[in-house]
């Protein structure tokens, strides 16, 4: 699987974003779908995770009531809606695939990455 994420870009306070990860292959929606993201300095973190149907959803406590992750297994795409986004949301944002269960939070456990999409948030 290989995997483009996109959407990216500098925007205010409060703003919102969305990102897209689109997937090349016929077994997307085998697999359950993830974005990490990681800020200068720091170490990558999971931010959200999506089940193979997309009926299940986890996040984490930083982007809960935020962010909205969401797929379309006809497009074989995942999406990444970020609302009232803050300074501290700024980092690289990488879509991530692995046949995991979709609470999986670890980086380490997922097996396809995409490049990397910015995300800059100005106060």
């Known amino acids: 699987v290989q995997l483009q994420a996109s959407g990216g870009g500098l925007v205010q306070a409060g703003g919102s974003l969305r990102l897209s990860c689109a997937a090349s292959?016929?077994?997307?929606?085998?697999?359950?779908m993830a974005w990490f993201r990681q800020a200068p300095g720091k170490e990558r973190e999971f931010v959200a995770a999506?089940?193979?149907?997309?009926?299940?959803?986890h996040y984490a406590d930083s982007v809960k009531g935020r962010f909205t992750i969401s797929r379309d297994n006809a497009k074989n795409t995942v999406y990444l809606q970020m609302n009232s986004l803050k300074p501290e949301d700024t980092a690289v944002y990488y879509c991530?695939?692995?046949?995991?269960?979709?609470?999986?939070?670890?980086?380490?456990?997922?097996?396809?990455w995409g490049q990397g999409t910015q995300v800059t948030v100005s106060s």
């Open positions: 292959g016929r077994t997307f929606s085998s697999y359950t």
């Open positions: 999506i089940g193979r149907s997309g009926d299940n959803t």
């Open positions: 991530a695939a692995g046949n995991l269960p979709y609470g999986t939070t670890y980086d380490v456990d997922y097996d396809y």
